[in-house]
């Protein structure tokens, strides 16, 4: 099926890239809605979406984005 450093088609990885983030957006939503970890550090999908779309409408989302860049890379 697949070999170490072996060509694939495009169709193929395309079809694994997308596979791969619909499992991790799934097992996110699965480990967040039983409680798994807490809530602090592993929000629901829902509460994201919802603090990206409050952050987008008063204009601090670039803000607190430009904050956790500088934090992680100075």
């Known amino acids: 099926m697949f070999k170490i450093r072996g060509s694939i088609s495009k169709q193929k990885y395309i079809l694994f890239a997308v596979f791969t983030f619909v499992a991790i957006f799934f097992a996110w939503l699965i ?7 807490d809530p602090i550090f592993l929000p629901s999908p829902v509460k ?3 603090y990206v779309e409050k952050a987008s409408a008063d204009g601090s989302l670039w803000d ?3 904050i956790s860049v500088v934090r992680i890379f100075w």
């Open 48 to 50: 994201v979406w919802r």
């Open 64 to 66: 607190n984005t430009w």
């Open 31 to 37: 480990v967040s809605a039983t409680n798994l970890v």
